[in-house]
C-alpha cells in the first residue's frame, strides 16, 4: 500500500465527518483538492521543488487526525507564559489546528479587524472567507497544498480592513499537544486591505514528546500600499516535522517583511512563494537556521518579478552543528515585462562539523534587460584567524566560537523590525548556542 | 620575568627559529631588529600560541610557568600580550563585546568578579583617553573597516584594557604616517610601568625615539646574531644589516 492511500480512504470515509467540524467556504474547495491530491500524492525527492526533503516519507508513519475536533485538555494561557517581555502584544493560541477558543478575540484590535478562528469566520464572515481563501494556494500544483486544504477543518483568519493601521503586533502561538503521535493540519488566512499596516509573529512549540506532523498553508494578500511584517519562530521538539507552504501576493507599493527562524526543530521545510501583482511593492524575505544532532532545516523560497519596477532582498543563514543538515533553494525570476526589478539573493552558512550537510542553490532566471540582480551563496567554517585573535585576548574558545556565530547570524535578527523581540531574538540565540534552550524563566512547561 | 633557552620553531615542516635565547627582566625594553624573513615575527608567534607554529626544542617560561604548556587565552591571562602585525578584522563583534569578554575572562582567571555593565563602560572610557582613542572606533565592529593607522591604534588600546606584564609590538609602526607614530609611540610609554617588560619588533628607529630600549638583538637567520645597547638601532639605521650578514659570515 503505498502512503497516499491510507490518507485516500480516510478522507473516503470521513468526509462528512471532516465538513461538519469545518465550514461551507473550506468545504467547497475539498473535492477539488482531493482530487489534486489524489493526482499529486505526496512530494518526493523526484521533484526539484523538493529536492532535499523527502516529504512523503514523513507521512509514512501512523499518526492520528483529530478529525472530530476534540478538546485536549489544555490551557495555554496557564502553561504558556513566554510571551516577549517589553513586547505588548495581542496573544492568541492554536492548539494543534483549531483556534483557541477562549481567546480573546476583539481585545485591543482597531475596528473592523479581525482575528479568530478561520472556520468560525467562515461562517459569520463568508464573503471575506471565500473571496480569498485557497485563492493563492494552488491545490493542482503542490501535493502538500492538496493535503492540507483536504483535511484542514480550521485555523485562523486575519484581516485589516482599508487604511486601518493595527498598532499593537499580534502574536499567535502554535501548540501541538497530543498524547498520541498526531497530525495537524493548519489553514492562516491573512488579508490587508490596501493601505493597511499590521504585524504578525507566529510561534511554534510542541507540548509533548509525541510525534507531530504539522502542515501549514498561510497565504498572504497584501493591498495596495500596505505594510505586513511577518515572523515566523520555531522552537519544537526533535520528534517534530513541520511542512509549511507561504503564499504571499503583493500589490502595488506594498511592503512586506517576512523572517522565518528556526531554533529548534525535528524536520522542517518551508516554502515560501511570493508573487508581484502590483508595481513598486518591496519584499524583504529573511531567514536563520540554527540546527544540531539530527535536525533538518529545508528553505524553498520563489520570487515572481511579474511585474515592472518591483524589489526584492534575501538573506538566509544557517549555523549546523553535529549531524545536522541544511538545504536553502531560491529562485528569482523577473518575467519579460518586469524592468528595472531590483533583486538580491544571499545565502551564508556555517558548517561546524565535517558531518553537518548544506545544500544551497541560489536561482536568478531573468527575461528581462534592464534590471539589477545579485545573488550569492557561501559555505564555510568559523575564521580562525579571528578565533585565534580573540584567545590571544583571553577570551575562551568557547566563547570566541559563541561571539562570531552571534555576529554570524546578527544581521538576520537586526531586520527585525520590533525592538523588543530583536532583544528577545539576541537572548534565545544566546541560550540556543549555549546549549540551554527551553529552560526559560516563567514558563511552566521548559521545566 | 621571560625565560628563552634554545628555542627551535617550524611552520609546515620548514626550520624558523634555530635556536633562540633570550632574557626579559620585569620592567625592560627589548627591541628585536633584523632583515625581512629572519624570523622576527615568528617568535612573537610563537610565543602567543599560535598553533600554525610547532615548536621542535627548546623552552619557554614566564615567570616560572611552562609557557609552551599554555593555550593561547591561558597566556594571555599570565600576561603576554601582542599588538598584531596585522590585527584581524571580525565583522558583527562590537569592541564593546570583544572587550568585556577578554576583561571578564581576566578577571575570572585571577579570581576576581565580572565588572557590571557601568563599571566595565568606565574603564572602556578611561583606557580610551588614555591612548587618545576615538569614541566612534570603540563603538563598532573589531576592526571592521578600519585604516591601517586605526588598527594599530587600537592594538594599543586593547594593551591599555588587559595590562599585560609583557608586551610584543610586532611592527606596530609599520605602515603608520607621522601622527599615527607619534599617537602609538606615546601611547605605549604612557603604559609601560617600572615592573612591566616589552618586546619591541621593528625594522625602523623612528619608534624607538618614543620607546627607549634598554637592550637591542638583531635576529638573523632564526638566531639572535647580535645583541647591544641603544646605540645598536642607530648604528642599524645608518648603516643596514649588510655589515651583520658579513659579521655572521655570509
Redesign the interface.
Same mark, same amino acid.
Given at each position: 500500500m503505498n502512503i497516499e492511500q491510507q490518507y485516500i480512504d480516510l478522507y473516503d470515509q470521513q468526509k462528512a465527518v471532516i465538513c461538519k467540524h469545518s465550514a461551507e467556504a473550506m468545504n467547497l474547495l475539498r473535492p477539488d483538492a482531493f482530487s489534486h491530491f489524489k493526482t499529486l500524492g505526496f512530494p518526493t525527492k523526484k521533484l526539484e521543488k523538493y529536492k532535499y526533503t523527502d516529504v512523503s516519507k514523513a507521512f509514512e508513519p501512523n499518526y492520528g487526525l483529530n478529525l472530530n475536533q476534540l478538546q485536549f485538555p489544555v490551557n495555554p494561557y496557564e502553561v504558556f507564559k513566554c510571551d516577549v517581555p517589553n513586547m505588548s502584544t495581542a496573544l492568541h493560541f492554536v492548539v494543534n489546528d483549531a483556534f483557541y477558543t477562549q481567546s480573546p478575540t476583539k481585545a485591543g484590535l482597531p475596528e473592523g479587524v479581525l482575528f479568530g478562528s478561520l472556520k468560525e469566520m467562515a461562517k459569520t464572515h463568508a464573503d471575506i472567507v471565500k473571496k480569498y481563501y485557497g485563492k493563492l494556494a494552488d491545490t493542482s500544483k503542490d501535493g502538500v497544498t492538496a493535503f492540507n486544504t483536504t483535511f484542514a477543518e480550521d485555523g485562523v483568519l486575519f484581516y485589516v480592513p482599508k487604511n486601518v493601521i493595527v498598532e499593537k503586533p499580534i502574536q499567535l502561538v502554535n501548540i501541538l499537544r497530543s498524547d498520541v503521535d498526531l497530525i495537524a493540519n493548519r489553514r492562516i488566512l491573512i488579508v490587508m486591505e490596501d493601505g493597511s499596516q499590521a504585524r504578525l509573529l507566529i510561534c511554534d512549540h510542541t507540548m509533548d514528546k509525541v510525534k507531530f506532523l504539522a502542515t501549514q498553508v498561510i497565504e498572504v494578500f497584501v493591498g495596495k500600499n500596505s505594510v505586513f511584517d511577518l515572523y515566523e519562530l520555531e522552537e519544537t521538539d526533535v520528534n517534530s516535522v513541520r511542512i509549511s507552504n507561504l503564499y504571499l501576493r503583493q500589490e502595488a507599493d506594498s511592503n512586506v517583511l517576512l523572517n522565518g527562524m528556526t531554533l529548534h526543530n525535528g524536520s522542517t521545510r518551508n516554502m515560501t512563494q511570493v508573487t508581484f501583482a502590483g508595481e513598486g511593492a518591496e519584499l524583504n524575505a529573511y531567514g536563520m537556521a540554527i540546527a544540531d544532532k539530527e535536525e533538518r532545516v529545508d528553505n524553498n523560497i520563489f520570487v515572481d518579478h511579474a511585474v515592472p519596477r518591483c524589489t526584492s532582498n534575501q538573506l538566509f543563514k544557517y549555523v549546523l552543528d553535529d549531524k545536522s543538515v541544511g538545504a536553502f533553494a531560491g529562485l528569482v525570476l523577473v518575467r519579460p515585462d518586469a524592468q528595472h526589478t531590483n533583486s538580491k539573493q544571499t545565502n551564508r552558512n556555517l558548517c561546524n562539523t565535517s558531518d553537518a550537510h548544506m545544500y544551497t542553490q541560489p536561482q536568478l532566471e531573468i527575461y528581462a534587460d534592464d534590471v539589477k540582480c545579485y545573488h550569492g551563496a557561501t559555505v564555510g567554517q568559523l /575564521?580562525d /584567524? #579571528?578565533l $585565534? @585573535?580573540?584567545?590571544?585576548? %583571553? &577570551?575562551? *574558545?568557547t +566563547?570566541?566560537r559563541l561571539? !562570531?556565530m $552571534?555576529? $554570524?547570524v546578527? /544581521?538576520v535578527i537586526d531586520t527585525i523590525r520590533l525592538d523588543a523581540l530583536k532583544d528577545r531574538l539576541h537572548m534565545l540565540v544566546e541560550k540556543r548556542f549555549r546549549g540551554n534552550l527551553g529552560q526559560c524563566d516563567n514558563c511552566s512547561f521548559c521545566k | 620575568m621571560l625565560e628563552i633557552k634554545d628555542l627551535h620553531a617550524s611552520i609546515n615542516g620548514k626550520e624558523i627559529l634555530k635556536g633562540i635565547d633570550l632574557i626579559v627582566k620585569p620592567g625592560e625594553a627589548h627591541a628585536i631588529m633584523g632583515p625581512n624573513g629572519s624570523g622576527k615575527s615568528t617568535l612573537s608567534s610563537v610565543l &602567543? %600560541?599560535?598553533?600554525a607554529f610547532e615548536v621542535t626544542k627548546g623552552s619557554v617560561t614566564f615567570y616560572g610557568k611552562n609557557l609552551l604548556d599554555l593555550?593561547?587565552?591561558d597566556?594571555?591571562?599570565e600576561g603576554i600580550f !601582542?599588538s598584531?602585525q596585522y590585527?584581524? +578584522? &571580525?565583522? %558583527?563583534?562590537s569592541m564593546v563585546? $570583544?572587550m568585556r #569578554? #577578554?576583561v571578564n +575572562?581576566?578577571r575570572k @582567571?585571577k579570581g576576581l568578579p565580572a565588572l557590571t555593565a557601568s563599571e566595565f563602560l568606565r574603564l572602556m572610557r578611561e583606557k580610551r583617553e588614555e591612548v587618545g582613542l576615538d569614541s566612534k572606533l570603540a563603538n563598532r565592529?573589531v576592526n571592521s573597516g578600519f585604516s591601517g593607522g586605526e588598527k594599530k591604534r587600537n592594538e594599543i588600546y *586593547?594593551m591599555a584594557m !588587559?595590562e599585560p606584564r609583557l608586551s610584543i609590538l610586532d611592527e606596530t609602526d609599520s605602515g603608520l604616517d607621522i601622527d599615527a607614530l607619534r599617537i602609538v609611540g606615546k601611547g605605549v610609554s604612557k603604559l609601560k610601568r617600572p615592573d612591566t617588560s616589552l618586546i619591541v619588533i621593528t625594522h625602523y628607529q623612528r619608534l624607538l625615539d618614543y620607546i627607549k630600549p634598554d637592550i637591542v638583538h638583531v635576529l638573523y637567520q632564526g638566531k639572535i646574531v647580535k645583541t647591544a645597547g641603544p646605540e645598536l638601532a642607530l648604528e642599524l639605521e645608518k648603516k643596514g644589516y649588510d655589515w651583520i650578514k658579513q659579521e655572521v659570515g655570509e
Open positions: /575564521d /584567524d #579571528a $585565534f @585573535y580573540m584567545r590571544s585576548r %583571553g &577570551i575562551s *574558545q +566563547e570566541a561571539l !562570531l $552571534f555576529a $554570524f546578527n /544581521d | &602567543i %600560541g599560535n598553533p593555550s593561547p587565552e597566556r594571555s591571562h !601582542l598584531f590585527p584581524v +578584522e &571580525i565583522p %558583527g563583534v563585546n $570583544f #569578554a #577578554a +575572562e581576566h @582567571y565592529s *586593547q !588587559l
